[in-house]
Structure formats: structure tokens, C-alpha cells
């Protein structure tokens, strides 16, 4: 256990390092060091929360699963209403604190993976059945997913409905009963897509993005032009073109583009096995836990992490349409940041109350001596 939560650490340590370098060097033509003073600020605040969270007994949190959420839902609302929510490119997602923005949605992800981990604790041997194990969470995971979708955010939106969906998977709900809601969703999400011009534009790109790369395609096209500009070892720190103007948010989405022109495909590379080695050594601390959950939120929370990474590197290499989706500890962003490093925070809480496996099999083990009977 401790070799898995020190890569755990590690793994996040190094993507931090590299996040705020790679960030001065974004920033270099764009306001100086800027997007690294403010970055440095959120990761001081974020590493202070990740303290305090890896501190705690994480299962204090069942005492407060549904307050949270309901917090969650009340900011989501919140955020909706002209005046209140800071609208940016069409989409009402912030609040302004006057020395920062706040995204409500991240805190909403950290909300649900705890209030639905809480759940399933408490009706873990109900999870088979179709009401207890589908209709009652989908309820209020549904809820948080329609205030995110309307906002709109698509991305987030497929990010939690993967994240929960696994965790109900985890839970022992039937994969059957996921089979007609995940259709549903998905024909629901092609028929909002098909009807909003932008989204549809960013999906049209995707596929024939020769033909729009002047368009509504720019930013993904010139971003896979950087990626290829910087082969195997890159052009060097700070030597980057495409940051000059030709990728937009190349600080905060596509800041890939920018490590891969610059640092080259050994370094992205590097950052993909960075992340899977996240995902492995969170996942066997979660499996590992004492509890349901423990089991659960440390899933969830790893999974959550290891699916948004896995969707923003999609979409700048191309894989993925445009989903306007952070890359985790790297790119610019303090909402997404200090709730990426306080779920880091319980992840190693769960891992500092794992029982030694060796200690629980001796404790067995004496435990039979004491109680077997003595032979004359």
C-alpha cells in the first residue's frame, strides 16, 4: 500500500511541476507570468485542501454527503440566473469573485461521486434490485446532470454520466438496467447536438477537419499541427509557434499541443503513462479500503480524474470532437485544480486507514490460536 499511494503522489507531483512550467512558457506572449501566479496561487490554496482532506477520517463525510450535494445543486441553479452566473462564449458556467472565476460544476463532481458513494454504502445489498439500484440514484444523478447540461457544458455532462455509471457498475447494478437510460442519454445528447449550431460545427470539424480548419475547426487543426511540428525531443522550451495566436485557449484546454511542440512526443507520452500509473496505484488503494466507501469514493474519484484526462487528450490529438475539458494539474484553471487536489486529498485518506493486509491475516491468525481448542 505505501508504494502504491507514494506513486500515487508522485504521479501528481510530477504533472503539477510540468503544469506550471509549461504554463510560464504558454504565457511567455500572453500576459507574462500571469497564467503562473495565478495558477501558483490556486495550486498553494488547492495543496492546502489536499492536506487537510488526506488529514480527515474521509468517512466523516457520510455525515455530510447530502448537504454537499444539496449545495451543489443550489450553486448550479444559482448559476443559471442572469446577473449571478458569469456568461463567457454562450455558456453561463462561472461565478465572478472579483479576483477569480468559480466553476460550480467542478465542485458539483466532487458533490455527486460523494453523496452517490454514500448511497450505495447504505443500500449496498439493495444495488441489484432496479429501484434501489437505478431509479432512486439516477434520480439525483440525473438532476446534477441536467443543470450542467443546460448551462451547456456537454463535456462534463458525458464526463460525470461515465463516472457514475462505472460506480453504479462497481456497486453491482445489473448492466442491463444501465443498457435503456445510457440510450436514451445518448439519443438525447445526438438530438441537442444536431440542433445547436456550435456543437454541431465542433462534431462536423472532427470528422472532415481539412475542410474546416479555417472555420470552426482552427483551433483543433492548428493543434495537431503543433503536435506534429514537435516530433520526438520538440523544438524546446519556450520555443513553441502555434501558442502565438494559432491555438486558442492553448493555456486551458489544448495546453497539450503546447508540451508536445515543445517537449516533443516523449514528453506526451510520458504524461499518458503518468496517468495510467495514477489510475492503477488509485484504484488498488480504493480496492483495498476498509469499507464500501472508502471502495467507492476513491473509484469514483480516480475514475473521474482518469476519464477527463483521457477525453482532453483525446480531443487534441483528434480523437475526440472539442469538449472544452482541462487537462488534470496541467492546464490553467483554479476551480478545477483545488477540487482535482482535494479529491488527491481523499484518495490518500483512504489509503492512510487501509489495514495492513499482513496485520489483518497475523490478527486472524492469533485470533484461531486463542480461540482453538486446547489438546491435553
Known sequence: MKTAATLFVVCVGALLSLGLVILYSAGMNHGGARYLLMQLVWCGIGLVACAIAAWMDYRWLKKIAWLLL????????????????????????????????????????LALVIALAHYIDCNQHLMTTFRRGLLVPGFFISIVLALIFVEPDRGTTVLLAATTGVMLLIAGVRWIYLIPPAGAAACGLAYSLWNDPVRLGRILSWLHPEAHKEGVGFQAWQARLALGTGGWTGLGLGNGRQKLGFVPEHETDFILSVIGEELGAIATLSIVVLFIVLVICGVYIAWNSRDSFGRLLGSGIVFLIGFQALINIGVVTGVFPNKGLPLPFISYGGSNLLLML???????????????????????????????PQTP
Open 342 to 372: 482535494t479529491g488527491v486529498g481523499l484518495v490518500m485518506s483512504i489509503a492512510r486507514h487501509v489495514r495492513d493486509p499482513v496485520a489483518v491475516e497475523s490478527e486472524r491468525y492469533s485470533s484461531k490460536q486463542i480461540f482453538a
Open 70 to 109: 444539496a449545495a451543489a445543486v443550489v450553486i448550479l441553479g444559482l448559476v443559471l440566473v442572469p446577473g449571478l452566473g458569469v456568461q463567457i462564449k454562450g455558456a453561463r458556467r462561472w461565478f465572478d469573485l472579483g479576483f477569480a472565476k468559480f466553476q460550480p460544476s467542478e465542485a458539483a463532481k
